[in-house]
């Protein structure tokens, strides 16, 4: 019967050790998913959407970042669409089409 005890000790000790290191490692590097965008290099989507607006008047349909670049996809008064590519670093439009 003590050869169980410990047996089950040693499993218990184990698992511990296991458990503490797991919870020391997400301490110190949380996950990129909970990144929010103001924790990320270069500008913000409202941002890009600000600069977008500002070259096509009108309503924002769609906003997607590939990479370095918004992809920013407007409704304009004259009721035709328009992409407009913003640099996710700078701010500067790449195209507008």
């Known amino acids: 019967m003590k050869i169980f005890y410990r047996f089950v000790l040693f499993i218990a000790v184990i698992l511990a050790s296991f458990t503490s290191q797991a919870v020391t490692d997400s301490k110190h590097n949380p996950p990129t998913y909970y990144l929010t965008s103001n924790q990320q290099d270069g500008i913000s989507e409202q941002a890009?959407?600000?600069?977008?607006?500002k070259q096509i008047n009108g309503r924002v349909l769609a906003i997607r970042r590939i990479n370095n670049i918004y992809r920013i996809k407007i409704l304009s008064n004259q009721s035709t669409v328009h992409i407009v590519a913003v640099d996710a670093i700078n701010g500067t439009i790449k195209s507008s089409h």
């Open 48 to 53: 890009a959407v600000a600069i977008a607006q």
